[in-house]
């Protein structure tokens, strides 16, 4: 292993420890309720005050392909043979790694931005105009904007997510959960992108050419007379893509933003992945509109809940032998919502461990079996989607939609996990609980709730 700085070498002691705790979520022997478990940290359980998060360190070296601190048993690069751009896999996809439940995977998770056809298709070239020294831009992200050849790319129909999978985890079924717990997440360099493209984001020109309800023609982003979309060429669509620096501060490391002539605006990095996913559709071939990455389906895959950060578990229904585990999208930061269209884009080293859940083992919330499920150390997060089906008949981006079924699997689990009285429960929701947009650009949007765990005497 290259050597460490003593910011990741203190990391990598932590996540010595964490690697053999047990997850966050245990059923009560014998009783109706949940418990919450001991933090990863050691602190027992999770108190009334809500944790921070980890202190993210600025980066000790540029995580180049093997090179630096890899936490997991298991390690998996984005070889431009191996990755998909754009999809996810099917069910019969053919895995590129098996593991055991419980074991631990290392991935080099790549961004799409700085690789993507209206951004010239060169990283290298990219980022050395935004002033990156070349030994700084990733190898893996010049290999695979330049050698990818999987599948024809096109921009104005593929997802951009660079994609990496599937992981089959032996012992998973079709109706057990798989649950997913990120436990390190590294940013491999001291940079990120936030892009808003034309037709896309929460003030989107509609494909007619018009404002979207609630809006003016003014008032679209990006203003419609820089939309060049017509043109064919994706460099000459009017994009904007804005080059975000990542810097040391004194509470960790801090992405930066101009503000006017000389001002600056700084916000701290929290890590997660945007796509955590597992394969959910049949398909007839690799870029079958039903694998395209951008919709986020019951398999989970560009699910973007930002509270999926370390120390967190996200637990996905199983739809195929082995689950066929993917994940993609990194963020370094993002807003609930994502409005613009994408978070704070950054490419993370990305340690996992992935668990079989068995029916009635407790090891999983009884909604996990058939949605999706997130859960930090202090919070129940039940998530709801708009068209939990993906592209199957078309994309519904109705927010009612996605926050009614999330207020519903949030009473599914108040009632049949923790024995709280269905009335009762949908008054608790109403009067203590958080219900966040999770995204709306994604086709399918997404909210989830904030269940305080404390409330229940955790």
């Known amino acids: ?24 979520l245990r059923a009560a022997a014998g009783a109706g309720a949940l418990t919450a478990a001991a933090s990863l ?88 105009s935004q002033g990156v020294p070349g030994d700084r831009v990733l190898h893996d992200a010049v290999a695979v904007a330049r050698d990818y050849a999987r599948t024809a790319r096109n921009f104005d129909v593929d997802g951009p997510h660079v994609v990496i ?32 493209r034309h037709g896309k984001g929460a003030l989107a020109r509609r494909a007619d050419g018009g404002a979207p309800d609630g809006i003016t023609a003014a008032e679209v982003m990006p203003p419609p007379e820089s939309d060049g979309r017509a043109s064919g060429d994706p460099e000459s669509y009017g994009n904007v893509s804005v080059f975000t620096p990542v810097e040391r501060g004194p509470q960790g490391a801090q ?3 101009p503000l006017g002539r000389k001002g600056k605006v700084r916000f701290p990095l929290a890590p997660h992945m945007g796509m955590m996913g597992v394969a959910f559709a049949e398909a007839g071939s690799e870029t079958d509109p039903l694998l395209n990455s951008v919709p986020p389906t019951l398999g989970g895959g560009n699910i973007d ?95 009612d939609v996605a926050m009614r079924r999330a207020v519903v699997n949030a009473l599914d689990f108040l009632q049949d996990d923790l024995g709280m009285d269905r009335a009762t429960a949908y008054a608790y929701l109403s009067a203590a609980a958080d219900f966040e947009v999770s995204q709306v650009v ?15 005497g955790h």
């Open 41 to 128: 940290a050691g602190q027992g359980r999770a108190s009334a005050a809500p944790s921070k998060g980890p202190r993210v360190s600025y980066p000790g070296q540029i995580l180049q392909p093997g090179k630096g601190p890899v936490h997991g048993r298991h390690y998996l690069r984005a070889d431009a043979e191996e990755v998909r751009w754009g999809y996810v896999p099917s069910r019969g996809s053919k895995p590129v790694l098996r593991m055991r439940s419980g074991e631990t995977l290392t991935v080099d998770t790549l961004s799409h931005e700085g690789l993507l056809e209206d951004q010239g298709r060169d990283p290298l070239a990219y980022f050395r």
């Open 255 to 257: 992405a930066v933003l």
């Open 305 to 399: 809940i930002r509270h999926l950060g370390e120390d967190s578990a996200f637990y996905l229904p199983v739809f195929a032998e082995g689950a066929l585990f993917y994940m993609g999208d990194p963020h370094l930061a993002m807003g609930n919502g994502e409005a613009a269209l994408t978070a704070l884009e950054g490419s993370l080293r990305a340690t996992f461990r992935l668990t079989v859940c068995k029916p009635g083992s407790g090891d999983a919330p009884s909604v996990a079996y058939r949605y999706p499920f997130g859960e930090t150390k202090d919070t129940w997060i039940p998530v709801g989607l708009s068209d939990p089906d993906g592209s199957a008949s078309g994309n519904l981006g109705d927010l």
């Open 165 to 196: 999978g599937p992981v089959a985890v032996e012992g998973a079924e079709p109706g057990d959960v798989l649950k997913v717990e990120p436990l390190s997440l590294l940013p491999r360099v001291p940079y990120g992108v936030i892009s808003s």
């Open 1 to 24: 292993m290259a050597e460490v700085t003593g910011e990741l070498r203190g990391l990598h002691e932590q996540l010595k420890d964490r690697l053999g705790r047990r997850g966050l």
């Open 442 to 456: 994604d086709r399918t949007t997404g909210v989830h709730g904030m269940i305080s765990k404390s409330h229940f």
